[in-house]
């Protein structure tokens, strides 16, 4: 596969469950990516390491998601000029609403798009992803559009239908 255009970066081994509806997604799409676990308070300097160079390698953006008190996607943002997207993982004592908070109020200077809690956010992290990249990408437009359409064919016009 080509040069990883994405990462998927995530805090603990026990987020792949949600993230990796993100690779799904991308790799429906045909868009190269990367998987990394990196968590901002355990390994602090492989999130380091990793943001030195996500630009120089070309991603063009990284989809960063974690639970709990959910700093990755904030301090990745802060290390790095490639956009970031959040996606709080959820579960927890507080069932992932202490990451999308700790996730989506970045004070202003420094953002992070804030995706929903767990699977739907991780889907749509990569669609938002794949979204920017169709602007000037037209091949990956068409896949896009294909992908909703698709979508749309799966819905059935009467509940009653199996
Ligand atoms: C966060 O703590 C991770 O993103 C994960 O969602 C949560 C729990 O991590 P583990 O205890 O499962 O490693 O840092």
């Not at 953006?61 to 990745?76: E, S």
């Amino acid at each position: 596969m080509s040069e990883p255009k994405i990462a998927i970066i995530m805090g603990s081994q026990s987020d792949w469950k949600v993230m990796e509806h993100a690779a799904e997604t991308l790799q429906a799409l045909g868009i190269a990516y990367e998987v990394k676990v990196i968590s901002a308070h355990r390994t602090p300097e492989r999130l380091v390491a990793f943001t030195a160079t996500a630009e120089e390698r070309g991603l063009e953006c990284i989809i960063a998601g974690a639970g709990l008190a959910a700093h990755l996607a904030g301090v990745t943002a802060a290390h790095t000029l490639v956009p970031v997207l959040g996606v709080p993982t959820g579960g927890g004592p507080l069932g992932g609403m202490d990451a999308l908070l700790a996730t989506v109020q970045m004070p202003g200077g420094i953002p992070v798009g804030t995706l929903a809690i767990g699977k739907p956010g991780a889907i749509n992290a990569a669609l938002l992803a794949a979204a920017f990249m169709a602007r000037h990408d037209s091949k990956l437009r068409d896949r896009l559009a294909a992908y909703r359409e698709e979508q749309a064919r799966k819905i059935p016009e009467t509940p009653f239908e199996s």
